[in-house]
């Protein structure tokens, strides 16, 4: 099973100025995701990283507003860009991993950043 | 993929078994079911996923009848610690992708 660590954990930020959001895991993975959740919210999926290819992003998310690099197979930014109140959120990254001692996948989240845009 | 409807809240005591029940009547044939827990200021957590009858581990258990458009989790004699959202999500056999829902935040009291 992958360990997930994020930085930074928690920020404030003005608006208009972007924020990168790094996860790093403790295993190679092949895909990874990018999830926002919003205050009091459930999470909703931003976009697919996978090494080696553009990210895939869900509807109602741009790469403008939120680009995504997957340089490796441990390692992922995500950069949220003039950002507006709007964008405060918790941002969580997770992949997909084997179980353990399971035979199936399942995915294992980081702890999230949680951002404040002001 | 099939939506999912569960309870947005349910209250218990320290020590009772806690029953959620999930519907997904639109569930595919090549569709498997799966519970998260999420505690406040952490990322969801998987629990168990089945597809058909009973699934058991350490944590919890879920059952889910024949027709599989519900399931139920069940979490044996709860402690405060379990005081948590419970997310039921309908994962396709092929797609890596999850949608969550709206969750059940189940809150424990002593």
């Known amino acids: 099973s992958a360990v997930i660590s994020q930085k930074p954990s928690r920020d404030i930020c003005q608006r208009g100025t972007s924020l990168t959001i790094q996860c790093q895991v403790d295993s190679q993975v092949t895909m990874m995701f990018w999830y926002r959740q919003q205050p009091g919210q459930s999470l909703t999926l931003i976009a697919t990283a996978n090494q080696g290819s553009e990210a895939t992003y869900e509807s109602g998310f741009v790469i403008d507003k939120f680009p995504i690099s997957r340089p490796n197979l441990t390692f992922s930014t995500l950069t949220v860009s003039n950002m507006s109140p709007e964008d405060s959120s918790i941002y969580l990254c997770s992949v997909e991993d084997h179980a353990a001692g399971g035979s199936y996948n399942e995915q294992f989240f980081g702890p999230g950043t949680r951002l404040t845009v002001l | 993929l099939a939506k999912t409807t569960q309870p947005i809240s349910m209250d218990s005591y320290e020590g009772q078994e806690v029953n959620i029940t999930c519907s997904h009547n639109?569930?595919?044939?090549?569709?498997?079911i799966t519970w998260y827990q999420q505690f406040p200021s952490q990322g969801p957590r998987f629990i168990i996923q089945?597809?058909?009858t009973k699934v058991t581990n350490e944590v919890a258990s879920l059952f889910i009848p024949a027709d599989r458009k519900s399931s139920t989790l069940s979490l044996p004699r709860v402690s405060l610690s379990d005081t948590a959202v419970y997310y039921c999500?309908?994962?396709?056999?092929?797609?890596?992708?999850?949608?969550f829902g709206a969750g059940t935040t189940v809150t424990v009291r002593a």
């Open positions: 089945g597809y058909k």
């Open positions: 639109n569930i595919a044939t090549n569709d498997y």
């Open positions: 999500l309908v994962r396709r056999s092929n797609d890596y992708k999850l949608s």
